[in-house]
């Protein structure tokens, strides 16, 4: 929920799916046609891990996969969207 909240509305996010902690984030062109954003997935990686430090994996074409360790806390996993979040701001200006 703290992703759909912080990032579901941006335009570059078609869609967030998961289960328990393994999370999916499809990155987009365009939320209608739905086309994949495969450069923007890959500079989202790059820049999360170089600007904060953060591993986090690519899934298929356009897609970011979230699998934290079982004992993340509450507290981790907000400061990892903001940091997600701050990237994809930071790389699309929106």
């Not at 891990?49 to 899934?59: K, P």
């Not at 400061?79 to 930071?90: I, K, W």
Request: hydrophobic fraction near 45%; aromatic fraction near 4%; charge should be negative.
């Amino acid at each position: 929920e703290m992703l759909i909240e912080k990032i579901g509305h941006h335009p570059n996010v078609g869609d967030i799916r998961g289960r328990g902690l393994m999370i999916g984030v499809e990155l987009v062109r365009d939320k209608e046609t739905k086309e994949r954003a495969s450069e923007l997935r890959n500079n989202l990686v790059m820049d999360c891990f170089h600007r904060n430090g953060m591993v986090i994996l690519v899934c298929g074409q356009s897609a970011i996969r979230f699998c934290p360790a079982l004992v993340i806390t509450e507290e981790e996993a907000q400061l990892s969207v903001e940091l997600f979040a701050n990237s994809l701001h930071a790389l699309t200006g929106v």
